[in-house]
């Protein structure tokens, strides 16, 4: 087993995450670890994205993640004024029946097409004025080799400057489930160039155990050649997996959770179910749906600050929920990296 040795903090904590840095060139421009709610045409039966949104800017002023798909597809406007930071996704998501590991059922819809064409001429219309930080393209039926998915990203980052980047990993064929962590690894010293390096929570690995080794080897590879690169974890934002993928190293979550679920006490639970122990049992479905949405909301805010004072104090109990298994899961972490 390759032994791996990971950071210390104060008193030999052992600690993978810490506060690092989005730039464009040499320009910061936030600092993690950040939790972006998510918009999707993929996440709901019953409203309109646009209507969505809509509710969105009178509640949210930090960041948010909209699909190019959904933009070319003018369900999403070319301009976005109320987030402070746009993350633009590839539109990868949108254009396949794949599911998030939280997706219940598919949304009932038609696939559109998409493609390298459609995806640069969506960003070519986009409104940068609006920080932004473009995702590299993917298609579900389109893999290939790590070497290549870095060449392409660079080929299309080149010609916006402006933005941030985030190359997002994909499995190297459509036989194969997950990222190749090894090859990914072996390509370290190419990565320099992006401000960000992206993986789907699904592709990481069959287990919550392998998903968080998966993460910590590829933060340990980035340390070992000074690259200090944010790690996004995309489909993963919720009360348990975000904080645990947190502490194995990445930085950035995003979800569209927070629109299926609701966010109680430490757990993501049914909906309604929230909504019949908080609001009562005679609220309206639609009441109930914006009423969950802006309460999921600050609750990621104050999972964001606690991950942040974590940062500080390598403490457990800095988590409000969970502190216990926080601790033994990233004590089941490091056995699994075989001890520092």
């Known amino acids: 087993m390759r032994r791996v040795f990971l950071l210390q903090g104060p008193g030999g904590i052992i600690v993978l995450s810490a506060v690092r840095t989005i730039s464009v060139g040499h320009k910061a421009i936030r600092k993690t670890p950040i939790l972006v709610p998510s918009f999707s045409s993929k996440a709901f039966n019953l409203y309109k994205i646009r209507d969505v949104l809509r509710f969105a800017q009178e509640l949210i002023s930090e960041e948010i993640l909209v699909s190019a798909y959904d933009i070319h597809y003018n369900r999403v406007p070319h301009r976005l004024k109320f987030p402070s930071l746009v993350f633009l996704d590839s539109g990868g998501y949108e254009a396949s029946e794949n599911q998030d590991l939280s997706e219940v059922k598919p949304v009932r819809r038609t696939l559109q097409p998409w493609s390298t064409k459609l995806h640069s001429t969506t960003i070519e219309r986009w409104d940068f004025s609006t920080p932004t ?202 056995s699994e990296l075989g001890g520092a």
């Open 133 to 334: 930080v473009l995702i590299s393209y993917d298609h579900p039926n389109q893999r290939k080799t790590v070497e290549k998915q870095i060449e392409a990203a660079k080929r299309l980052f080149s010609g916006y400057p402006e933005a941030a980047s985030t190359l997002l990993f994909k499995p190297r064929s459509r036989k194969e489930r997950y990222v190749d962590i090894d090859e990914v690894i072996r390509h370290r010293h190419e990565l320099s160039s992006f401000s960000i390096l992206g993986f789907t929570e699904k592709e990481l690995g069959p287990s919550l155990l392998k998903r968080m080794t998966a993460i910590a080897r590829v933060r340990r590879a980035l340390q070992e050649v000074n690259l200090d690169l944010p790690i996004h974890v995309f489909g993963s934002l919720d009360t348990i997996s975000t904080p645990l993928y947190f502490l194995a190293g990445a930085d950035i979550f995003d979800g569209l959770t927070w629109l299926r679920y609701a966010f109680r006490e430490g757990n993501t639970v049914y909906k309604y179910h929230y909504g019949a122990l908080n609001k009562g049992i005679q609220v309206d479905d639609f009441k109930l749906d914006a009423q969950t949405w802006n309460d999921n909301y600050y609750y990621m805010l104050k999972m964001q600050a606690e991950m942040s004072r974590f940062i500080t104090t390598h403490d457990y109990n800095t988590f409000q929920w969970h502190g216990v298994f926080l601790r033994e899961s990233f004590e089941s972490l490091q």
